[in-house]
């Protein structure tokens, strides 16, 4: 079952937040006072190929900014998900979507543990399967046959929605 965190991300607060962070950086002359702005448009030319691009394109202005969003949540997944074999971290992907609803972007594995290891597991009991009547595995260097495993459960380590929240507000 692969799991999926799902970021959407509106072009008008992408541009309102940037406007703001462009202010914010500017210095203020005369110490404590506030920034007035006052805007007069006299004539507005939109050229609706250029906004449909920019907004509703993956290479656009806004499908840039949620993919560098999401190669950021990525990073930091791979860095706090848990590491046995390396398949985990390698399996974790960045999916762009455009649809009628606008773009998003899924990040997520399609390996069949990533769900068990992001929410974990309780404790349950594993038995043989089919015609088999023992289990078999390796515990260090020695071979151990059995008919029952009670396994202990695993804790939740959740690495998308952790990052998820540091990097979506």
Not at 39 to 52: A, E, G, S
Not at 120 to 146: A, C, E, M, Q, Y
Request: positive net charge.
């Amino acid at each position: 079952m692969p799991f999926h965190g799902l970021i959407h991300d509106s072009a008008f607060v992408y541009y309102a937040s940037k406007g703001a962070r462009s202010l914010r950086s500017r210095p203020v002359r005369g110490g404590r006072g506030g920034i007035g702005i006052s805007i007069t448009v006299q004539k507005l030319i939109i050229y609706k190929p250029i906004l449909n691009f920019e907004l509703n394109s993956r290479y656009g202005m806004v499908g840039r900014h949620l993919h560098g969003i999401a190669n950021r949540i990525v990073q930091d997944a791979r860095r706090q998900v848990g590491v046995k074999s390396g398949n985990l971290r390698k399996s974790l992907h960045i999916e762009h979507t455009d649809g009628s609803r606008g773009q998003s972007v899924k990040i997520g594995s399609n390996l069949s543990y990533a769900y068990l290891h992001h929410e974990g597991t309780r404790p349950h009991l594993i038995t043989p399967k089919g015609d088999n009547t023992t289990l078999r595995f390796r515990s260090g260097s020695r071979i151990v046959n059995t008919t029952l495993i009670r396994h202990p459960g695993t804790k939740a380590n959740r690495y998308l929605s952790d990052q998820l929240r540091v990097h979506v507000r």
